[in-house]
């Protein structure tokens, strides 16, 4: 009896797929945990709550690039641009976002959504609790997201912490 023709068979072969495929869901964040090296970025807290999402802090990057320029924007404005990091102090900051990948150096990875860059680093998951007490605790301080990005730009998010030593909390 062939494996495919049996209802069993179907749903072993499908279910081995999709388990095939949650390596690849998570390469980028899995490549920047396992192999980056850690930037340390000032954030600040967006909103808290998404009812669809569950607790968590969105947030932003005041040193980073929030958009491509209008100018500089390549076809569409969709697809991936890369935002070099400098060193300011024990701080990183992101100058403006290029469509060529960096030489050297560290640089972000983004996907251009036309309004805003997405990096892979603007959520903060946590208990509702924690969540709205971070909010609150960034939003009253100075705090810094800790962040591992591997060589091809590929960030994950590791910790957010307060700057007066407050505390971090690690995801």
């Known amino acids: 009896m062939n494996v495919l023709t049996s209802r069993t068979g179907r749903v072993a072969v499908a279910s081995l797929v999709q388990l095939a495929l949650v390596p690849v869901a998570v390469a980028g964040q899995l490549s920047a945990r396992l192999t980056g090296e850690e930037y340390l970025l000032e ?5 808290p709550i998404d009812p669809f999402r569950g607790a968590y802090v969105a947030l932003a990057y005041p040193g980073l690039p929030d958009r491509v320029r209008s100018g500089e924007r390549d076809g569409d404005g969709d697809g991936d641009v890369y935002v070099p990091l400098v060193a300011s102090g024990d701080l990183w900051t992101g100058l403006p976002a290029v469509h060529e990948r960096p030489q050297d150096g560290p640089f ?20 509702q609790d924690e ?41």
């Open 43 to 47: 954030v600040a807290p967006v909103d």
């Open 131 to 171: 969540a709205v007490a971070m909010e609150q605790a960034v939003g009253e301080g100075s705090a810094v997201a800790r962040v591992r990005i591997d060589s091809r730009g590929r960030a994950a998010l590791v910790a957010v912490e307060l700057r007066d030593g407050g505390g971090s909390t690690a995801g």
């Open 108 to 127: 972000l990875r983004c996907a251009d959504e036309r309004w805003r860059l997405r990096c892979g680093i603007e959520s903060w998951f946590l208990p």
